[in-house]
């Protein structure tokens, strides 16, 4: 599998490109769909499916341009409730163009994505509907766990009380993995179980 990371969007997001057998997959198109698209394909694949971790507009912003193009848009279904109903973040005067998913998750799913497998995990608590996935040994938890930190909660959605549970259902994942979370830098499970203050 070949992986890739850009740092796109007014809030410098990571986004995350895993090209598999026959195409390619993106979690949290930030920003910039013409460069998300260029990266696939100079890599030989073409984007088929758009994971999102959560809505907020510095997760998704390409989301919408990435659909028109036949990609796959795929989130957590309760965010988009959230999304459709108006009260969210990805509103706010952000030059946001909403979309419409195209499928829904409630977690505890497992995806078969261009020949890889991801499992959707329900990670609520920065907003009502977060997701994270699990593809191999990787992690993608969107704004929910940073490396020595965790996601706000003073958003629209936003939860302590149920952060800090989604956080413990991350840690608690078998094993070791790398954390890939929605900005700033990497971390690793094992990591984070001795070091992330808010354990
Ligand atoms: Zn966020």
């Excluded at 193009?69 to 973040?89: N, S």
């Excluded at 020949?115 to 959707?120: D, Q, R, T």
């Excluded at 706000?152 to 094993?175: E, M, Q, W």
């Amino acid at each position: 599998m070949e992986f890739y990371h850009l740092v796109l969007g007014r809030i410098s997001t990571n986004v995350y490109i895993l090209c598999g057998t026959d195409g390619a997959v993106v979690i949290d198109p930030a920003d910039e769909p013409e460069k998300i698209l260029e990266i696939a394909a100079k890599a030989g694949k073409q984007i088929k499916y758009a994971l999102l971790t959560h809505a907020h507009f510095d997760h998704c912003s390409a989301a919408a341009a990435l659909q028109k193009q036949g990609v796959e848009i795929i989130m957590g279904a309760k965010e988009a409730e959230f999304l459709a109903d108006g009260g969210h973040l990805a509103k706010v005067g952000f030059n946001f163009e909403i979309f419409t998913p195209d499928r829904l998750l409630d977690g505890g799913e497992t995806l078969e994505l261009c020949g890889m497998e991801f499992k959707a995990i329900p990670t609520p608590g920065h907003t009502v509907g977060g997701m994270s996935y699990v593809c191999e040994d990787m992690l993608f938890c969107g704004d929910t766990l940073f490396r020595r930190g965790i996601g706000r909660t003073d958003l629209p959605s936003g939860s302590y009380k149920d952060i800090i549970k989604s956080v413990g259902t991350l840690l608690a994942l078998p094993g070791d993995m790398t954390v890939y979370p929605g900005h700033e830098a990497f971390s690793t499970l094992s990591y984070e179980r001795e070091n992330n203050p808010y354990v």
